[in-house]
């Protein structure tokens, strides 16, 4: 099937190949959504973490916390600021840190009206930058 | 016979829910996003409804990656605020309205949409802060009952503009055939413009959010063609939840009048929407 939202930059689609390669690693993902996981994950992350059989490329990305390779991997954005959370990070921290900007920077990028929609609607316009 | 007289567009970033459970909402960060709702407070005051049919999406709460319905019915007697991670919002359960949730669910399978049927299930904040700005604080309980309709916009395809307008319209016969004599508010939810993923976060296109609430009002059968690609690419991957608001618009009549409209950016990482359509 012709997947013509693979030309917007900056973003993983979260269809249903990425659903299907990511359900472990959202599952787990999610899993941190009650207390008594997120304790049980912060008491031993490895022996937690083999309870989902994710790969180990999306082991490595929750280890690393590589918010955007997790997205590459099959991750979802909703499911991925579980682990975040559980991390202490904001939603908007998260954001921020996906984009490569400082918080702050985010913020006032925000507050001025955030990320335009100019250049930033296909590939070819990123690579041509 | 039960009516629709109005609907209400309205965004539901979290945020906006953790600003009055935290009574930030005059700082000035906030009190700009809240202004716009002091016209609706009163508006839902003079125009009370006895039920809500409101459409939202579950954000991974009451659905895990493991079921994904592309509609679901709340059909419960009450549903509980969920736990996102922090705890649940302070507010009251939500109660349903049975009766005419059941006669939804079966006019409108009846009328070939095939929804799934929710007899237990927890709302997030994609449910509970549309009612928190439309009602503002609230003590024990909601003012009315609500039957919740949640979409799923989260894996993709979402169903698509037009399917959700149909819906509306089905949704709105629905409610015409329903025998008691109550007044039934429609509510589409999410959005607007926004973008909460990858190097793209952050994206806000203020053109492309007013020209939907313009077809919304003026046009609704154009605003229904616009397609998956064009939202994603134009109003960021999350702003597709705007098929929402579709339904609302198709449960009432073709002609409606814009008596209120707030836009303001941002609210966390979203451009804040809000309009109130009255049937004429």
Not at chain 2, 172 to 185: F, G, K, P, T
Request: charged share 25%.
């Amino acid at each position: 099937m012709a997947k013509e939202y693979e030309d917007i930059p900056g973003t993983f689609v979260f269809d249903a190949d990425r659903s299907r390669e990511g359900y472990h690693l959202n599952m787990f993902c999610i899993s941190l959504r009650l207390a008594e996981n997120r304790e049980a994950f912060k008491a031993d992350p490895e022996a937690y973490m083999a309870l989902y059989p994710m790969t180990d490329a999306q082991r490595q990305a929750v280890r690393d916390r590589a918010w955007n390779g997790m997205l590459e991997l099959g991750g979802n954005i909703y499911y991925t600021a579980k682990l975040a959370a559980n991390d202490g990070i904001t939603f908007q921290e998260l954001a921020a840190k996906m984009t490569g900007m400082a918080s702050e920077e985010y913020r006032d990028m925000m507050v001025k009206g955030g990320r335009s929609i100019e250049g930033n609607r296909s590939k070819i316009e990123w690579e041509n930058k | 016979m039960a009516y629709v007289k109005a609907g209400v567009g309205c965004s539901h970033v979290p945020a906006i829910g953790v600003a009055m459970d935290t009574g930030i909402t005059e700082q000035p960060y906030w009190q700009p996003v809240f202004k716009g709702f002091e016209k609706s407070r009163q508006w839902m005051k003079d125009n009370k409804p006895d039920v809500i049919f409101l459409v939202y999406n579950d954000h991974c709460t009451a659905f895990s990656a493991e079921v994904i319905p592309t509609f679901a019915l709340g059909c419960a007697a009450e549903f509980q605020p969920a736990d996102e991670g922090w705890g649940p919002r302070p507010v009251p359960v939500v109660k349903g309205h049975q009766k005419l949730a059941s006669h939804i669910a079966q006019s409108v399978i009846l009328d070939e949409f095939d929804l799934t049927i929710m007899n237990k299930m927890e709302v997030d904040h994609g449910l509970t802060v549309p009612l928190s700005v439309m009602f503002g604080d609230v003590e024990d309980e909601w003012p009315c009952p609500v039957i919740p309709l949640a979409v799923n916009v989260v894996q993709y395809p979402a169903p698509t503009g037009n399917r959700c307008y149909q819906l509306g319209k089905a949704v709105r016969r629905a409610i015409d055939s329903y025998e008691e004599d109550i007044n039934v508010m429609v509510f589409g939810t999410g959005g607007m413009s926004h973008q909460l993923q990858a190097q793209r976060a952050g994206l806000i296109n203020p053109e492309f959010d007013k020209r939907f609430l313009d077809l919304l009002t003026e046009d609704p059968v154009a605003g229904s063609q616009i397609t998956h690609l064009e939202y994603m690419r134009e109003a960021g991957s999350e702003g597709i939840e705007l098929v929402m608001w579709h339904v609302m618009r198709g449960a009432l009549n073709e002609k409606v009048e814009e008596v209120h409209r707030h836009y303001h950016v941002p609210a966390s990482n979203t451009a804040v929407g809000h309009v109130i359509l009255e049937n004429r």
